[in-house]
């Protein structure tokens, strides 16, 4: 009987793993070994027959990655440029076929056809690299030179908005990029003064909790501070920050606020929180860039359209960037640049910057642009973008304008493109006002 009993135990032991392989939610779920990061570990599985032209995107939409990046038409890939559109192909991070046996080959038309344009998984790369190096390789297979922090942290991003599944090798190959994306303290950099935790902290008029508030920062963001100072002790402290508020000095407690080591963000992972200002090194070295609006750029206090405007750029002038950043998207585009001014960070819309001189505006140019091959991804077929124009001088800023009171196309793009008036492409396909700029 006891040989029985022995034998009966083992029988259970056997049945619980047995059935613990076979359904994962009973043995993966309880403990999140089935997650990674947010999105479930599983295996590749074509549910449905695989068919490129679920698939299709617009050409137009190479206008929309270009804008995103400043107006540049490089690939962060390799951190090369290129001279023409035509020398480029649009690369797919998560290649569609990827993602089609990730999930997609479950989803509807309409959310295949929204992930073929979504601009997050969307960069440029150049016809070699994306025909015969990346083709349809997942991250456990192929890795950029260049830029692999935000390869993977995009990758990361795509996954979760269309929950898409990912195989154990690639997390794994993540994980190996990640563990060299942990900020590193550098005694050379000067430290940032941020907004401890998550809510807001009082800035009064002066250094006592009795004098009268006149502002609050929010959590995370970055203090432009003068100096520490002694003040009336708060819960038995007397430290205080003079911090630089538009025109004035506001004081905060110093147990409010925390030191950072800044780092360096070559290419944008994050969206900062509305009304606060990334973390960046004043210090750092600077890229010169001009300013390519029709008349002006503005340049505000964060990388928000509704933060302070510090001070504005006219066209062609010349600005230091210290580094990209990602912001509030105007049109489609989250990209801006953070540029330093005097002893202070300005943050300037992307596209508003070029490394190149604009053109007068009294002979506006007209950027280059031609049809080309389609990549290994298999381009749509759809006709490519024709050329925009940029625009003089005699447009302005109206969002409130109709498409039918445009006095031309290239007051269309102006309006979508510079002023950011996303009404102007109702459909998002980065063509505005259809009915006068046929065909893109």
């Not at 990674?36 to 570990?41: A, D, F, K, L």
């Not at 456990?140 to 795509?158: E, K, S």
């Not at 205080?240 to 963000?265: G, I, M, S």
């Not at 008349?295 to 960037?321: D, K, L, M, W, Y």
């Amino acid at each position: 009987m006891r040989r029985n009993l022995f034998a009966g135990l083992l029988f259970a032991m056997a049945a619980l793993t047995f059935f613990g392989l076979l359904l994962p939610g009973l043995s993966l779920a309880q403990d999140g070994s089935g997650l990674w990061r947010g999105i479930r570990v599983a295996p590749e599985n074509r549910c449905s027959p695989y068919d490129r032209d679920d698939y299709r995107y617009s050409q137009s939409v190479e206008l929309r990655i270009i804008a995103r990046e400043g107006s540049q038409i490089c690939s962060p890939y390799t951190n090369e440029c290129f001279a023409s559109r035509s020398e480029t192909d649009i690369e797919h991070i998560i290649a569609v076929s990827e993602a089609h046996d990730s999930g997609l080959c479950a989803a509807s038309a309409r959310v295949r056809a929204q992930f073929a344009s979504d601009l997050r998984n969307l960069t440029l790369a150049s016809p070699a690299l994306n025909r015969y190096q990346k083709v349809a390789k997942d991250a456990a297979d192929w890795l950029p030179a260049q830029n692999r922090c935000w390869f993977a942290n995009q990758i990361i991003t795509v996954r979760r908005a269309y929950d898409l599944s990912i195989d154990r090798r690639e997390a794994n190959a993540l994980d190996r990029v990640l563990a060299a994306c942990e900020p590193a303290v550098e005694a050379n950099l000067t430290p940032v003064h941020l907004v401890a935790g998550s809510g807001t902290v009082n800035a009064r008029a002066c250094a006592d909790t009795a004098c009268e508030l006149v502002t609050r920062f929010q959590g995370g963001q970055a203090l432009d501070v003068i100096e520490e100072v002694e003040g009336v002790a708060w819960r038995g402290d007397s430290r205080w920050l003079k911090v630089r508020h538009e025109e004035d000095e506001v004081y905060v407690h110093a147990a409010l606020v925390r030191l950072v080591a800044p780092t360096v963000t070559p290419w944008p992972t994050s969206t900062p929180a509305p009304g606060s200002a990334p973390v960046v090194n004043p210090n750092q070295a600077t890229t010169r860039y001009y300013v390519v609006a029709p008349t002006h750029a503005n340049a505000r206090s964060c990388p928000q359209t509704t933060c302070r405007i510090v001070t504005s750029f006219a066209r062609g002038n010349e600005v230091a960037v210290l580094q990209r950043v990602s912001g509030q998207s105007v049109s489609g585009n989250s990209t801006w640049q953070a540029v330093k001014h005097g002893s202070q960070v300005v943050y300037v819309h992307g596209p508003l910057l070029s490394r190149s001189r604009p053109a007068p505006v009294s002979a506006p140019a007209r950027q280059a642009g031609s049809r080309k091959a389609g990549s290994s991804q298999g381009q749509s077929g759809a006709a490519a973008a024709q050329p925009t124009a940029v625009p003089g001088p005699q447009f302005s800023c109206d969002c409130s304008k109709s498409c039918s009171a445009m006095a031309s196309c290239e007051e269309a793009r102006f309006q979508l493109n510079t002023c950011g008036c996303s009404r102007r492409d109702s459909d998002r396909d980065g063509v505005p006002c259809e009915s006068i700029c046929p065909g893109g």
